[in-house]
């Protein structure tokens, strides 16, 4: 039922760890401590930059990358193992230019952009020059599923005029943010799936505005953070749209189903951190006269853990093989899937971590409280677990019909 790895794989998986172990996990605190100590929170800590020079230099730098004209040329099952190795620290995926929004914004251009357009965004975004976001989501409406989006992009002679309230744009606060893939209607009276379109809009075009911050569960996420954003009046040229008019849909269906895997992959990878702390915790601390790790309790926490972390990464790279053999439309039911289970499990291990932590686990002492804030959002981005299990439900009953 499951492929192996390739031998490639698991030599870059040895390797990545190995760097997680040398480089990430010691520099987190310093990361955090560079910007608390900045004059603003919305400045690039020193050390980030250093660590992604070390990992160019290593040759784990754009793994995600499976395009034939590119080195590496990794299937979501291979890059879902990595993808793991990532998500065990906030700051890892960003180290080897991995990091969403611009892992999935650096695919649509791979897939769907110009020549023209590759050179002037794509190229500086694998070079890990500048960062983008990508810009769907609207403050008024249910925009789970894209169809309900209302922002409007209007032809007028050789330009797009773009109007629009967007908010939870990831990355948008990062002062390298240069670039946003604007998703909107061209066509509001057109088929269902063929009215939105998907245009580059550069940040500093006149009309483009970050109203405000958004926080989560009140983490900044700095330097790169979450922003609402307004549209007035906003002209680009024809030439920034991607692909073609209508295709907006098509193109966010190419892009989320990737991004799921990644996005499940990293939250089993901030799961088996949560154990492996939770297992260390439970051997150094003692409470009413004996190691935690005596107590049945807590070995019922970590079988329960244990069983759990398994069973997702299963699910997922089932989905994620499913989608390399048949396509994401054939392994939609499995994309959904491991979108409710992984954030789910993650929540439950982390949490549980944290209950043996007592009050540190819910202090900055440690990286539980911000990976299940973390978590926890990823149970309403790409689709809320409602959704999902409407589309389960629908096409499990279509087996019955």
Not at 155 to 182: L, Q, T
Not at 205 to 231: C, M, N, W
Not at 251 to 262: E, N, T, V
């Amino acid at each position: 039922m499951y492929t192996t790895k390739s031998v490639k794989i698991e030599a870059l998986q040895e390797k990545l760890i190995q760097f997680m172990e040398s480089h990430v996990y010691p520099n987190e605190k310093l990361y955090e401590q560079q910007l608390n100590d900045a004059e603003s929170r919305w400045t690039i800590p020193p050390v980030m930059e250093e660590l992604k020079d070390k990992a160019k230099q290593e040759g784990l730098w754009n793994l995600f990358n499976s395009e034939e004209d590119y080195e590496l040329q990794l299937t979501n099952y291979d890059y879902a193992h990595l993808c793991e190795i990532m998500g065990r620290s906030l700051i890892g995926p960003e180290v080897f230019n991995c990091n969403a929004p611009d892992t999935g914004n650096m695919e649509v251009l791979m897939k769907f952009g110009t020549d023209e357009q590759k050179e002037r965004w794509l190229k500086p975004l694998l070079e890990g020059k500048i960062r983008s976001c990508f810009t769907m989501t609207e403050p008024d409406v249910a925009s789970s599923d894209a169809t309900n989006i209302q922002s409007h992009i209007k032809r007028d002679g050789d330009e797009y005029v773009i109007n629009a309230k967007k908010w939870w744009s990831s990355g948008a606060m990062d002062p390298r943010c240069e670039i946003a893939i604007f998703m909107g209607k061209t066509d509001p009276e057109g088929p269902r799936h063929r009215q939105q379109s998907m245009i580059l809009v550069p940040m500093d075009t006149p009309g483009v505005e970050v109203k405000r911050h958004l926080p989560v569960f009140g983490y900044d996420h700095a330097p790169h953070g979450h922003a609402e954003i307004h549209f007035t009046n906003v002209r680009v040229p024809v030439e920034n749209l991607i692909y073609e008019e209508g295709a907006g849909f098509e193109i966010a269906q190419s892009r989320l189903g990737p991004g799921r895997i990644h996005h499940c992959m990293r939250a089993i990878g901030a799961a088996e951190r949560a154990i492996e702390l939770l297992g260390e915790r439970a051997l150094k601390r003692e409470a009413f006269g004996s190691p935690l790790a005596e107590k049945g309790v807590i070995r019922e926490v970590i079988a329960e853990s244990r069983i759990e972390i398994d069973q997702a990464r299963l699910l997922t790279l089932h989905a994620a093989q499913k989608m390399d053999e048949q396509g994401a439309k054939a392994a939609r039911k499995e994309i959904a899937m491991i979108k409710i289970v992984a954030p789910r499990v993650s929540l439950n291990v982390i949490d549980r971590a944290i209950q043996v932590f007592g009050g540190a686990g819910v202090s900055e002492d440690f990286p539980l409280a911000a990976h299940w804030a973390n978590a926890r959002t990823l149970r309403i981005v790409d689709g809320p677990d409602q959704v999902h299990l409407r589309d389960i439900g629908r096409l499990e009953l279509k087996k019955f019909q």
